[in-house]
């Protein structure tokens, strides 16, 4: 090539750059490529139905399509209407960012591909009594926690592979036509083919910040597999997992099955602790499955110790967990349409906008019924004994009926922040 060649090549090159790094091609525009990115994304959920290897460890057996995360007959059924119940998930329809309640059959409700028909049956001693009453049952059911977060993660990371690359292709089309114009009056440059930049911009930027949040837990929840399986197994290895079971008397009409984590510094060392909890509704009960891990001791036993202290402050930390930790969890159609809008709407605003950890509680009320019963309860019992109550105990009943009380929701409106807002958070939690 001739040295003149040479120079008209790189300067068509810089100018092609420029314009990527500028972000000016057709696909970057914030139009094109949201549009672009919420089509394949929605192009592939199927993923999330779709056969897969099985999720115990070291089976290489194919998955059936929909393993349930929560047993259908015995759990969602106690808090179902017609056979469906009430999901929050993120509207990938509309350009406003936002979380809406969608209604889904518990045939569908929690499932993913998780386990072949063989493994499929290790959950049967409570997939019809739904009865938690001992350790192995209830780590099962953690187990099924952890496969669903694990494979939820995997194929999301997937699916955003598919995404990133199409993305790039894109992009590589409009630098090839972009180069071609530049070049188009010199005919010795009419055989170029294909142009490739491997430079990053904000839409791959965010792909990987989002990558990175997904993947973030995945080792720890492979760590809790590990441990419990060992446990179940009975096999000679210690257990390094914090088990918490409780049973309460009054019925919750929600199912909750998932996790949440919080980094914390212990002797000038950053780590992260993972809680995973299941909520398991029956007809009058409640069953509550709270697991930790030994490495996170401190934390863990600290916030179990308090949250299992009374009823107040088990309602408290299920509200708190469902608002500031995971979004997997399934409530009565009629009790959420019992809710005044605002309350609906500030609810799942808080879902997705919230910075705050589930071990802070949440200033609202979200079950009002059952707060009320466990406020009369409380003062029944402090009225009926002989010592007076105590202020601690008369200043912790106040805050529960200021909670009741608060109606103060407010929100952000304005798209632009919004928008900035979860960058903001994403970028944090990377």
Same mark, same amino acid.
């Given at each position: 090539?001739?040295?003149?060649?040479?120079?008209?090549?790189?300067?068509?090159?810089?100018?092609?750059?420029?314009?990527?790094?500028?972000?000016?091609?057709?696909?970057?525009?914030?139009?094109?490529?949201?549009?672009?990115?919420?089509?394949?994304?929605?192009?592939?959920?199927?993923?999330?139905?779709?056969?897969?290897?099985?999720?115990?460890?070291?089976?290489?057996?194919?998955?059936?399509?929909?393993?349930?995360?929560?047993?259908?007959?015995?759990?969602?059924?106690?808090?179902?209407?017609?056979?469906?119940?009430?999901?929050?998930?993120?509207?990938?329809?509309?350009?406003?960012?936002?979380?809406?309640?969608?209604? =889904?059959?518990?045939?569908?409700?929690?499932?993913?591909?998780?386990?072949?028909?063989?493994?499929?049956?290790?959950?049967?001693?409570?997939?019809?009594?739904?009865?938690?009453?001992?350790?192995?049952?209830?780590?099962?059911?953690?187990?099924?926690? =952890?496969?669903?977060?694990?494979?939820?993660?995997?194929?999301?990371?997937?699916?955003?592979?598919? =995404?990133?690359?199409? @993305?790039?292709?894109?992009?590589?089309? /409009?630098?090839?036509?972009?180069?071609? /114009?530049?070049?188009?009056?010199?005919?010795?440059?009419?055989?170029?083919?294909?142009?490739?930049?491997?430079?990053?911009?904000?839409?791959?930027?965010?792909?990987?910040?989002?990558?990175?949040?997904?993947?973030?837990?995945?080792?720890?929840?492979?760590?809790?597999?590990?441990?419990?399986?060992?446990?179940?197994?009975?096999?000679?290895?210690?257990?390094?997992?914090?088990?918490?079971?409780?049973?309460?008397?009054?019925?919750?009409?929600?199912?909750?099955?998932?996790?949440?984590?919080? !980094?914390?510094?212990?002797?000038?060392? !950053?780590?992260?602790?993972?809680?995973?909890?299941?909520?398991?509704?029956?007809?009058?009960?409640? /069953?509550?499955?709270?697991?930790?891990?030994?490495?996170?001791?401190?934390?863990?036993?600290?916030?179990?110790?308090?949250?299992?202290?009374?009823?107040?402050?088990?309602?408290?930390?299920?509200?708190?967990?469902?608002?500031?930790?995971? /979004?997997?969890?399934?409530?009565?159609?009629?009790?959420?349409?019992?809710?005044?809008?605002?309350?609906?709407?500030?609810?799942? @605003?808080?879902?997705?906008?919230?910075?705050?950890?589930?071990?802070?509680?949440?200033?609202?009320?979200?079950?009002?019924?059952?707060?009320?019963?466990? =406020?009369?309860?409380?003062? !029944?019992?402090?009225?009926?004994?002989?010592?007076?109550? !105590?202020?601690?105990?008369?200043?912790?009943?106040?805050?529960?009926?200021?909670?009741?009380?608060?109606?103060? @929701?407010?929100?952000?409106?304005?798209?632009?922040?919004?928008?900035?807002?979860?960058?903001?958070?994403? @970028?944090?939690?990377?």
């Amino acid at each position: 090539m001739k040295d003149i060649d040479k120079k008209i090549i790189e300067l068509a090159l810089d100018t092609v750059i420029d314009k990527f790094t500028n972000q000016d091609f057709i696909t970057q525009d914030f139009a094109n490529y949201s549009k672009i990115l919420k089509n394949r994304y929605l192009q592939n959920q199927s993923l999330h139905i779709r056969k897969r290897k099985c999720s115990i460890i070291g089976c290489n057996e194919e998955s059936i399509k929909k393993s349930h995360s929560i047993p259908k007959s015995s759990i969602l059924k106690n808090i179902a209407l017609n056979g469906h119940v009430f999901k929050p998930e993120f509207n990938t329809r509309n350009d406003f960012p936002k979380n809406e309640m969608v209604e =889904i059959g518990i045939n569908n409700a929690s499932v993913f591909p998780g386990y072949c028909i063989k493994h499929e049956n290790i959950f049967k001693s409570f997939e019809i009594d739904g009865k938690f009453d001992n350790a192995k049952k209830a780590l099962l059911q953690t187990y099924r926690t =952890i496969c669903r977060e694990r494979t939820y993660r995997e194929i999301e990371l997937e699916i955003n592979d598919i =995404i990133k690359n199409e @993305y790039k292709q894109k992009i590589n089309e /409009d630098a090839h036509n972009y180069l071609k /114009d530049i070049l188009s009056k010199y005919p010795q440059f009419n055989d170029i083919e294909k142009v490739k930049i491997d430079g990053v911009d904000r839409v791959i930027n965010s792909l990987k910040y989002m990558n990175d949040y997904l993947a973030q837990p995945i080792e720890q929840f492979k760590i809790f597999e590990k441990n419990i399986l060992n446990w179940i197994l009975k096999l000679p290895f210690k257990n390094n997992l914090i088990v918490r079971v409780v049973n309460i008397d009054f019925h919750l009409p929600i199912s909750v099955c998932g996790f949440a984590n919080q !980094t914390y510094i212990e002797k000038n060392k !950053t780590k992260n602790a993972c809680i995973l909890i299941n909520v398991m509704p029956h007809q009058s009960t409640t /069953d509550i499955i709270c697991v930790g891990l030994e490495q996170d001791r401190t934390l863990i036993e600290n916030y179990f110790d308090f949250s299992f202290s009374d009823p107040i402050n088990i309602l408290n930390m299920i509200e708190s967990f469902i608002i500031n930790g995971t /979004d997997h969890w399934f409530i009565n159609p009629g009790y959420w349409n019992n809710f005044t809008s605002l309350k609906q709407e500030k609810i799942l @605003y808080d879902i997705l906008f919230t910075e705050d950890s589930f071990i802070d509680e949440y200033k609202f009320s979200i079950f009002d019924d059952v707060r009320i019963k466990i =406020i009369k309860i409380l003062t !029944t019992n402090f009225n009926s004994r002989q010592d007076p109550i !105590t202020p601690f105990e008369k200043e912790k009943l106040n805050r529960e009926i200021i909670k009741l009380k608060n109606t103060d @929701y407010d929100m952000i409106k304005d798209i632009d922040v919004l928008i900035d807002k979860l960058n903001n958070m994403l @970028y944090k939690k990377e």
